[in-house]
């Protein structure tokens, strides 16, 4: 077995106990049991658990830098005790059982920082991460891999980052970051099948389109698959409607590689 | 509360590189401005469209703010952000424009700037440091930054008058 495959069985075989979805909804699985939405109380503790979620990279987040994204309130003794009330609400969702004089597991406190260990926690954007690097890394040298580790990315994309978060500026980067992962991913992989599966490439670029109507390889990539399937009509509509989107919304034409794909077809 | 004073804003600009009709190697940028608290966006492939966008959202947000002032005050409030836009618009893009050509170069550019400014500025400022900046770290800073204006305006002052007597 090679390593690259070694890893992706690993992956997929691996458990934690604690397993949050942040694409297309906010969900938290602990054992295995969703954690009720009502449990989370307030949803300045909802917001909390997700910002340490969004900042998993970062380490030690000091509470004024939270407070001051989170609350922004004038008053600093007000925001620190809403804080304390929001971090005590997560750890109560959390940790149930955790004695208050144990240490907590999950949201770690040096001094005044504060950072979300993740050991024990799968996060569908980290996998998002592990399947699209894997599949990058073999897109040359072992296709089927490369096929089935973008599409356990694709099928973890279930929409946009945290989308009750979409008005908060601290979810933003990481909401465009995936995004454009995303987009990425439904054309690597809608290349790699173009050949042996058209209508599924047909699929993965009008998805791809409904993240971005602007995105001109998905447009160049469904001509080329309705080409491969001999449907030129089809293929032409397509190329009209690149054409009429990248005029309304850049005032710009299609690029030479995409027109040329239907100069090919008409001269043939 | 919250956000009533915040606009923020994600550009997304990608790259087209491709061969034009004389078959010589071109670039061609495009873009997305999405407005975070408002939700709107929109594509452009000339940067001042995304500085009008701008524009617009932050005057909606400067005229929701003075909306209970006198008229005069409004006006004074409203064409000194409207001077500020002015600015923004005239340097803007050839400052995005340079970034994407040389996004290194020009971090280092604004550190040595920096770093020219004064001994107490004299270190050059890690930009990841930036974003653990507290509160009083950037109260600190908004305080020493006045202090830095009122003393290069006493400067000009000094420079005018040696001027005159020249």
Redesign the interface.
Known sequence: MSTHLEAYTNFKNITKKIRVFTLGRFLMEIDGEVVDSKLWGRDKTLQLIQFFITNRHQFGLHKEVIVDRIWDLDDDDQGNRDFKVALHGIRKVMEPNRKSRNEASYILRQGASYQLQTDDIWIDADAIDFYVKLGNQVYDSDRPLAINAYQDAIDLYKGIYLPNRLYEDWSSAERERLQIQALNTYMALGELILNENSRECIRLAQEALTIDNTWEEAYRLQMQAYINMGNRPQAIKVYNECKKVLDKEFDIAPLPQTTKVIENLISI | ???DN?S?F?I?FTQ?I????EGKANI?W?G?I?H????DQK???EFEDAIAFMQDKLSDLTKASVASKSTEEKEGLLSKSFDIWKKVAKSGPKMVMDVIKDPKGQVSQFQDQISQVGDELSQKIELDDW??????DYKSMMQTMEKMAKDISKLSKKIDKLSKTK
């Open positions: 509360m919250k956000s915040t923020s994600v997304r087209k491709f061969d034009d009709a061609q495009r997305k999405s975070v608290q408002g939700g594509s452009f492939s974003k653990m900046a507290s509160k009083s």
